[in-house]
């Protein structure tokens, strides 16, 4: 079974200063990769995906993630966060079944100036 | 398209009575997925269904818990009796073969009291 581990429970920091948002994975078959966001009081919406080909994928709002196979990670990151970017940040996987994801527990961006 | 649309925004019921909740997809997508969101377990995946047919139930807690997807635009969640501890956020996602992302609705947050 896949799982999908997100170490930092919560990331402060401050505004236009980088970011990089842990996540590892674990499976034994083809993996697909996600990062959503989730605002306050929101569904979650999707950044970026990984399903194959260049290893560096760009998303929405400046930020981008890279696979790691040989690692088992997908670290989401971005070179200068804003104060709108405070949310909650998930990492999910798939192994296949259309959008039957697996979620980490979530990390929480918090801003500051 | 609206995207996926869930009804309440906000329920709050007391414990005992049944609970129905409710999730238009996006027009066109096969999948329908139901999460539940809490503090303590995250997003937890409960039920999906395939061109309107349940594939995978096994993430339904109780048999108070049953989900119905009668037509290509319409599912509901439904819980009877509620308890406290349904207490959470439940997201309605929708999603299509070609796709590998899921689309989320805004969800409807749970209060049994």
């Known amino acids: 079974a896949q799982s999908v581990t997100q170490l930092d429970s919560q990331v402060p920091v401050f505004e236009e200063a980088p970011v990089e948002l842990r996540c590892n994975y674990s499976?034994?078959?083809?993996?697909?990769l996600f990062w959503y966001v989730q605002y306050p009081n929101q569904g979650l919406q999707l950044l970026l995906k990984y399903l194959s080909g260049s290893t560096l994928v760009k998303g929405i709002n400046g930020f981008e993630a890279e696979f790691n196979k040989s690692q088992t990670s997908f670290h989401l990151r971005k070179p200068s966060v804003h104060i709108s970017d405070t949310a909650e940040y998930f990492c999910?996987?798939?192994?296949?079944?259309?959008?039957?994801?697996?979620f980490g527990t979530g990390t929480r961006l918090q801003v500051t100036l | 398209d609206a995207g996926v649309i869930q009804s309440p925004r906000h329920e709050v019921t007391e414990m005992g009575q049944e609970v129905t909740l409710r999730c238009k997809p996006i027009s066109g997508h096969d999948y329908l997925f139901w999460y539940r969101q809490t503090m303590m377990r995250g997003l937890e995946l409960l039920i999906y269904?395939?061109?309107?047919?349940?594939?995978?139930d096994s993430g339904m807690p109780e048999d108070r818990f049953s989900a119905k997807m009668p037509n290509a635009s319409f599912s509901t969640l439904k819980i009877q009796p509620s308890e406290p501890r349904d207490s959470a956020v439940y997201f309605c996602?929708?999603?299509?073969?070609?796709?590998?992302?899921?689309?989320f609705g805004q969800g409807t947050r749970l209060t049994v009291v």
């Open positions: 999910a996987g798939s192994t296949g079944t259309a959008s039957k994801l697996t």
């Open positions: 499976s034994s078959v083809s993996v697909y």
């Open positions: 269904f395939n061109n309107n047919v349940p594939i995978d």
């Open positions: 996602a929708s999603g299509d073969s070609f796709n590998t992302e899921a689309f």
